[in-house]
């Protein structure tokens, strides 16, 4: 199979044909570009850049440019150069055990080095129509390293062919041996096509594809998208992450089954968040084999030297086979960057990994070009540490066998904003960041970067009551503002006074909701927080007599406490229905941000906003008397306490239609200012006759 050469000249003579290549990596190296013309116009180019420097540096040149024609240029820059002679690839069918090659991989900066492979042999089917090459490899740093998480995609090659990636090992393997993915298997993604639609329903649309088409909201239902629970209470930050790792099969992390031959880890360099917010995305991610590293991060907007005094490539905006990928998660004030090789660039696409990096499909996460600063060797662990360059190209397929980039496309990010109040003389109170606009990692990012921010501005192991405002620009749709308010006993460093925001609620509906396709394009974070526990706890409720007259009101006393250990009672009237006549009810007794309220059965997106900002507040006493008849939620519509056989009569006869049951409940609400917690519950015996 052939592959696109990157050289786009070739002399007839083969030893011409070396020492061009040469020079064209040596003036890619120093910043000399070179027309893609005639063998006569490379000449004048040459000499136009020549005569534009000293002489001293024109001899210096010509004398670096004859090592290189000669093969002098040393193993890193030599073997890139003379990997970009290599035109063919070799089937698996030809690769038999004792072959021996060579790799390429960035161990330190940004060129690529040589390290030598010897085949052991091939797995077949090893997935669905892929088969796996198994190879010893040999370096130095491998040698101690073994298997090496951001080598995932260096390319391999045989008598001068390509066969594939590296990109699978074992975690505790004991020699340095790597699982391929044969190149034909990553080729064969390249040429997928791009389905503008599926951008849209992820919410996402990259720039250069044309002009953004405003919000489709006339299209009608779709089928229900799976996991999609967005409007309830109990949907969390996390929820999306971990229902597609169920549906993919990674429930649990890699690192749960030790012998398996698993894709070799994909380090996600994380700079500027706080070590307890590392750890909570850490759990995550590490199901995908994505594992965090605090690190050092550029924010992507400009190259940086080579720490060792080397030259990096000048122009760094550019992807090599063998050369370091990155693809930013979050950058900003909070950097996060998943980090990789490159196995073949082909026009503006390239591929990269050789695995998976969550088995997400067509998505569009941001790409950019990354420098190795070193490879950490560890027993349980080997990583490369690195950091993001300059942003390029967008991942548009995260498949089996490879990513796929296409570097002519700028990915969509969502700014995020968080405020941070009450926390005096604190050194940084505002934070400014984009996470990847994505149906799967936007919410989690957002917490992510949220919670670092107030962990790193406040701390403090104390009581804390928190109010948290949010507003989500939906495009279409205005900004979506909800309020939460809370108390938590260990201060901004605790992951629950975020995970439950009702804002991840609101991003759950934008991103998975069944009516129109959704953006997000701008995300919001006001907390104030206030040290001290001025809360106030639930402690008991009761009622004068257990037996109660239906269609009569009946005082229930709550007694609550205050922080201060001062116990008060609230009387609070509660409404007996005489459809409770000769039945016990139950009088639940909550703060007002734990109450579930059922809602219509939603007909479009702004129903599903509504009914997530509809709710009440966690400063709210509510009394929730559970009736004995039931209601129906219809589209739009929610009909409360119906006889058995009204359910029937008002379904309609539509199956996608057809409402769902719940229990009926009439409230009480008394506003007490003060976050409350705490709950309780009171059975009360319906008489079936009022007494006289």
């Not at 820059?77 to 089937?91: F, K, V």
């Not at 998208?225 to 993919?248: I, K, N, P």
């Not at 974070?525 to 239906?550: G, K």
Request: aromatic share 6%.
């Amino acid at each position: 199979m052939a592959i696109r050469r990157l050289a786009v000249y070739t002399p007839a003579s083969a030893l011409k044909s070396v020492v061009y290549l040469r020079i064209r990596a040596f003036a890619l190296v120093n910043g000399i570009a070179l027309p893609r013309a005639t063998h006569h116009s490379r000449s004048r180019a040459f000499r136009a850049a020549l005569l534009a420097r000293s002489r001293a540096f024109r001899a210096a040149l010509l004398g670096s440019l004859l090592l290189l024609a000669l093969g002098w240029a040393g193993p890193g820059l030599g073997a890139w150069a003379d990997a970009q002679l290599t035109t063919d690839t070799m089937p698996v069918s030809q690769i038999k055990p004792g072959m021996k090659g060579y790799g390429l991989s960035v161990f330190r900066g940004e060129q690529p080095e040589r390290f030598e492979v010897d085949v052991i042999d091939v797995l077949h089917n090893f997935r669905p129509n892929q088969d796996l090459i198994l190879v010893n490899t040999h370096h130095p740093i491998l040698e101690h390293a073994k298997t090496v998480g951001g080598m995932s995609g260096s390319p391999i090659y045989l008598e001068g062919k390509m066969i594939g990636a590296y990109a699978y090992g074992w975690q505790f393997g004991s020699d340095p041996i790597a699982g391929v993915t044969p190149i034909a298997s990553m080729l064969a993604e390249i040429n997928r096509p791009l389905d503008p639609r599926i951008w849209k329903s992820l919410g996402t649309l990259p720039a250069l594809l044309g002009a953004r088409e405003p919000p489709n909201k006339d299209a009608g239902p779709r089928a229900e998208r799976a996991g999609v629970r967005s409007t309830e209470r109990g949907y969390d930050a996390f929820a999306a992450l971990r229902e597609h790792a169920e549906r993919v099969g990674l429930a649990q992390t890699p690192a749960e089954s030790h012998s398996a031959l698993i894709p070799t880890a994909t380090p996600l360099m994380v700079s500027g968040m706080t070590e307890s917010a590392l750890r909570v995305l850490g759990q995550q991610l590490e199901r995908f084999g994505i594992v965090p590293l605090e690190a050092g991060g550029a924010s992507g907007s400009a190259a940086r030297p080579a720490a060792d005094g080397g030259k990096p490539l000048a122009n760094t905006a550019r992807f090599i086979d063998g050369g370091s990928i990155g693809v930013q998660l979050i950058r900003g004030d909070v950097n996060a960057t998943a980090i990789g090789t490159v196995t073949h660039v082909t026009g503006d696409r390239l591929v990269a990994f050789g695995h998976p990096m969550m088995n997400a499909g067509q998505v569009g996460l941001a790409t950019c070009t990354a420098r190795v600063l070193h490879v950490l060797a560890s027993e349980q662990r080997s990583f490369k540490i690195a950091e993001a360059i300059t942003p390029l190209g967008t991942l548009i397929h995260d498949r089996q066998a490879a990513i796929v980039i296409d570097q002519k496309l700028k990915a969509d990010m969502v700014p995020v904003t968080v405020h941070i109040h009450g926390a005096p003389a604190a050194p940084h109170t505002e934070w400014h960041m984009e996470v990847a606009n994505s149906r799967l990692l936007t919410p989690s990012l957002t917490f992510s970067a949220a919670f670092s921010a107030l962990s790193a501005t406040a701390a403090d192991n104390v009581d804390t009551v928190f109010k948290i405002k949010s507003k989500v620009a939906i495009d279409g749709h205005g900004e979506i503002e909800t309020e939460d308010v809370g108390y938590t006993p260990g201060g901004g460093g605790d992951p629950m006074t975020l995970a439950r925001l009702r804002l991840f609620a609101v991003l759950g509906a934008a991103y998975g909701n069944p009516f129109e396709d959704a953006r997000v394009s701008n995300i919001d974070i006001d907390i104030t927080i206030d040290f001290q526990r001025d809360v106030v706890t639930i402690v008991d409720a009761m009622a004068a007599s257990e037996d109660v007259d239906p269609g009569k009101s009946v005082n229930v006393y709550v007694t609550l406490r205050h922080f201060d250990a001062q116990e008060e009672v609230k009387i609070v009237p509660v409404q007996i229905p005489w459809s409770a006549a000769g039945e016990s009810v139950e009088i639940a007794v909550e703060a007002g941000d734990d109450v579930h309220l059922d809602e219509p059965k939603a007909a479009s997106l702004d129903d599903m906003l509504n009914a997530v900002r509809h709710g009440y507040s966690g400063t709210s006493l509510v009394l929730s008397t559970k009736l004995p008849s039931q209601g129906v939620k219809l589209r739009g519509q929610l009909v409360r306490a119906l006889p058995g056989s009204a359910l029937d009569t008002l379904q309609p006869v539509n199956e996608a239609d057809r409402g769902a049951t719940f229990s009926s409940f009439q409230r009480s609400e008394l506003p007490i200012g003060r976050v409350l917690t705490g709950s309780a519950k009171i059975k009360l015996n319906v008489r079936q006759e009022p007494l006289r």
